[in-house]
């Protein structure tokens, strides 16, 4: 593996599960040789939903494509029931309305989950620190970061005096919906420990090849 | 029937197929992809000593049903749900038809559901009415990520969808089991997404809404809906076999549908041929929260009871055997 391509990978989450793909297991290649860098990505089923599909892949060509030592990109979804028309889409950049002939693109997708992860992150935080009235009131942590990290992609005040409990619309976030807020860390959780288990049962020989 | 430690549990399995898998009837990849699909997930959440072959998986005979379900499975009565799939599959995956000759021979065990499909138009609405009428229709079983030619699947909020479910609620079929993704086509938005069901609960307050596999992967979007809406129920299939693989995760899925439904909107199902219920209904009887989940509501016997079973009595009128404890 490729230092610098492994860690622009990195940088690319799955959408649903709010996790980088080299955690996952979902990058199973990726080399440079001569500035052409070469990535195979993998998914846990042959029918995971192609539009989160088609965003890890263009995350992927659009991350790799930015590391400086690169020159040409190849990077390709493999053993998925729509691989050739993401593989293609996204090498041709047509954007996924252009791919599919789709009514619209996928930007409402991925705010509805960033919206998901942020919630997610607070209740994480909350579970680690405690309560606070305020950013400013909450110790550091890596938990704090990633919170603020998630808050910031929402474009929401991220300002030491900026409330702790804010929802994902920039409100403020009520005691129900911050229960709700622990049923989507939950949720989220459970489901990358469900793909991830099948990525294993389906690449199993694979995987113990490599080991 | 089950017994266990002098308690008797009326067991329902509120989610049971008669499926053709073989590749002699999976008509394209489509097909031979679904059914290694489910095979993953049946390796994955068994346990090893319930793992199938792959051949054992692809087609289930009468005898071995019987023997899974009822013999060995403490199963009262199974409740077919079909799963069309007629793009993928020449005759079909799970049809109607299919599950209904199963059932015709063994009218004390199963209930047959049928489905229908908005896109059909008032063509499907009069082929509705005769499933109905041949097979004494209570429920359907709803597919809104179906592929159908060109279409990328449909809402329940579609006015099409309106029309089915009125005709629905005319024909006395008032249990609608819905299944939520995954997508058999690209969406540009989130096929997994359960607020129709909101609205159409609402709007049909006769009508009963079991959301197949409680939602998951949106299993917190179910739940916020579902709290909301009294004619809303989860149903366990695909979510029970965690219970082996992943308890503590089980335990987080039982502990949010108690904290936010609570025990009555619950029901249990094995997805078989996915999984078979014996395991299942053996490991949720012994299944306790664990203490340091202290958030949830408990767990009790009278609970268990009724999302093994009598939730979903009450839901298809089942008759049901009084359940006093066993005399020691």
Redesign the interface.
């Known amino acids: 593996m490729n230092p610098a391509l492994w860690e622009a990978l990195g940088t690319v989450v799955d959408p649903e599960l709010d996790q980088p793909i080299t955690e996952l297991g979902f990058v199973s290649k990726a080399v440079v040789v001569t500035g052409h860098a070469y990535v195979r990505l993998r998914l846990p089923t042959y029918f995971c939903a192609p539009n989160f599909a088609y965003l890890m892949v263009a995350d992927a060509y659009d991350a790799v494509r930015a590391v400086p030592s690169v020159t040409t990109v190849d990077v390709r979804l493999d053993d998925h029931f729509a691989a050739d028309e993401i593989n293609a889409g996204v090498a041709a950049s047509a954007g996924f309305a252009g791919t599919f002939g789709e009514s619209g693109d996928l930007d409402e997708l991925r705010l509805t989950f960033r919206r998901k992860a942020y919630l997610a992150s607070v209740d994480r935080l909350l579970v680690f620190s405690g309560a606070a009235a305020t950013i400013a009131d909450v110790p550091p942590s890596p938990a704090l970061d990633a919170m603020l990290r998630r808050r910031a992609a929402l474009g929401l005040d991220c300002s030491p005096g900026a409330p702790l409990l804010l929802d994902e619309h920039g409100g403020e976030l009520t005691p129900l919906r911050l229960r709700h807020a622990r049923s989507v860390r939950l949720s989220i959780d459970g489901n990358a420990g469900f793909c991830r288990g099948l990525l294993r049962t389906r690449y199993e020989e694979v995987l113990n090849r490599s080991v | 029937m089950y017994e266990k430690d002098g308690e008797r549990y009326f067991v329902v399995d509120g989610h049971v197929h008669f499926w053709d898998g073989r590749p002699s009837n999976q008509a394209n ?2 097909g031979e ?2 059914v ?2 489910f095979y ?2 049946h ?3 068994s346990p090893e000593s319930e793992v199938w072959s792959l051949e054992e998986f692809w087609q289930q005979s009468e005898e071995r049903i019987l023997h899974d379900l009822f013999e060995v499975g403490y199963v009262d009565k199974a409740i077919f749900q079909p799963t069309y799939l007629t793009d993928f599959f020449v005759n079909g995956f799970n049809t109607t038809e299919q599950d209904g000759a199963l059932a015709e021979k063994h009218p004390d065990r199963f209930i047959v559901n049928g489905s229908w499909d908005p896109r059909d138009g008032e063509a499907g609405l009069d082929r509705l009415e005769s499933l109905a009428e041949r097979w004494n229709l209570r429920g359907v079983k709803l597919y809104t990520a179906e592929w159908k030619g060109d279409s ?1 699947g449909w809402k329940l909020t579609d006015p099409w969808s309106y029309r089915y479910l009125e005709k629905c609620q005319e024909l006395g079929i008032r249990n609608i089991h819905i299944h939520k ?12 997404d359960v607020a129709d069901v909101d609205e159409v609960a609402s709007a049909f307050p006769g009508l009963r809404f079991v959301v197949e596999h409680v939602g ?5 979007d179910f ?2 809906i579902a709290t909301q809406e009294p004619n809303v129920y989860g149903g366990l299939a695909v979510a029970m076999p ?1 219970i082996h ?2 308890p503590r ?1 089980f335990a ?2 039982i502990g ?1 549908l108690l904290y ?1 439904i609570g025990e009555d909107r619950i029901t249990f199902a094995s997805d078989y041929a996915i999984w078979t219920p014996r395991w299942l209904v053996e490991k949720f009887v012994d299944f306790q929260l664990p203490a340091d989940m202290t958030e949830y509501p408990e767990l009790s016997v009278a609970g268990k009871q009724k999302i093994l079973g009598l939730n979903m009595a009450a839901l298809y009128d089942i008759p049901v055997p009084v359940l006093d404890a066993v005399p020691a």
């Open positions: 990849r489509y992809g679904f290694n699909c993953d997930y390796r994955n959440l990328k993704g995954p997508t058999i086509y690209p969406l540009n938005r989130d096929a997994f998951l992967p949106r299993l917190e739940c916020w965690f693989s992943r995760y987080q899925i949010e936010w």
